[in-house]
């Protein structure tokens, strides 16, 4: 995963949920920087063919929490500005 564009967001909540074997100090506060409330799950393109699986665990979790994700594939990027958000792609 790509943990800069995770840590920027609100928490790790959702990785937490997801990789609970990847908290190898079994840390309870999973709060990130909170430089923006942006949900950014990197690589999705890859890790989906990884676990076919991904997608209904992300809405899922996006149900309970109502709270959305953005998937970024690897040509991908996000583009926050203020409160403007814009999706790039390659």
Known sequence: MSAGAMVLGPDLNLF???YPEDNFYHMTDCSALNVTAVRVYPHYDKQLKNDPTLEQKLINWEI????????????QGI???DRNITL???
């Open 64 to 75: 309970n929490t109502q709270q959305q994700i953005t998937r970024l594939k690897d040509d």
């Open 79 to 81: 583009l926050i500005n």
């Open 88 to 90: 790039l792609n390659s």
């Open 16 to 18: 937490d949920k997801l």
